[in-house]
């Protein structure tokens, strides 16, 4: 029963020590990337500083919903075995049934935000294409030289009239 006792108390240490490490190694990760950027000058475009911060919001959730299903995974086969009482085990379910909806939510969120910028990114390309295929039409325009088209005027005269010969001349 002790060795129980050990294991919750393993179980919530981890449950908040885990989150802090993440959180930690994502500021490290951030500030190494910072400082990357300026040790290098201009580089060609990079992701901004929100778009990494939802990855790794992203990545905290799906870790966080792991731990707290693998933690109710082993809570019901100690139960399943007889090791500890049911009300525990469905304590132990309880983290993960508050933070799924949430979390669920969340990556809703990213999702749609990810579209609209990539939407965003589309209408761009799709403008600036349009600009330079008008500008190239513009150019090519002004390259050639203006021609100007005279027709001469139409004279509308009478045709003249068959010869008699050709018109009666059906012996042949």
């Known amino acids: 029963m002790t060795g129980l006792i050990y294991v919750a108390i393993v179980a919530l240490w981890a449950a908040v020590l885990i989150p802090m490490w993440l959180r930690r190694h994502d500021d490290d990760q951030a500030r190494r990337i910072e400082r990357h950027r300026v040790a290098m000058g201009t580089l060609a475009r990079i992701a901004d500083d929100g778009e990494v911060a939802q990855g790794a919001a ?68 799709r403008a600036d294409r349009a600009s330079r295929v008008a500008a190239e039409r513009l150019r090519d325009e002004q390259a050639q030289p203006q021609q100007v088209r005279v027709e001469a005027p139409v004279m509308r005269t009478r045709a003249p009239a068959p010869a008699w010969d050709e018109v009666f001349d059906q012996t042949a």
Do not use: Y
Request: aromatic share 4%; glycine share 4%; net charge positive.
């Open 58 to 125: 992203a990545r905290r959730r799906r870790v966080i919903v792991a731990a707290a299903a693998t933690v109710g995974a082993l809570a019901t086969a100690a139960w399943v075995a007889g090791l500890i009482p049911g009300i525990l085990t469905l304590a132990l379910w309880i983290p993960l049934l508050a933070f799924l909806p949430v979390a669920l939510l969340a990556e809703r969120r990213a999702a749609r935000l990810a579209a609209e910028r990539a939407l965003d990114e589309r209408r761009v390309r």
